[in-house]
């Protein structure tokens, strides 16, 4: 999809001035639209993961052995991240 700033009304939360290609600890949230359970559900108290969040616990572990110089720490799948 190509940025269209008529329907596309985002603003950057990135802090103005940070380099971002320096080394440090990031945090990524990932919010699916509608807050649909596309990742997994909670089963008995724990996360039972679906294809799409197989997917993406996959590729998240495998992210340093494609780009050199980055370290993917511990992550969480969660159902719904009401905040």
């Known amino acids: ?3 269209n700033p008529a329907i596309h009304h985002r603003r950057s939360i990135r802090l103005r001035g940070y380099d971002y290609a320096q080394p ?3 945090f990524v949230t990932i919010c699916v639209q509608g ?3 596309m990742f997994g559900t909670v089963v008995n108290g724990r996360m039972a993961l679906t ?3 197989r997917m ?3 590729v998240w572990t495998e992210m340093p052995a494609h780009y050199p110089g980055v370290d993917a720490d511990a992550f969480v799948v969660m159902p719904d991240d009401f905040w």
């Open 1 to 3: 999809m190509i940025y």
């Open 24 to 26: 440090g600890w990031y």
């Open 35 to 37: 807050r649909r359970p």
């Open 51 to 53: 294809d799409a969040g």
């Open 56 to 58: 993406v616990r996959d």
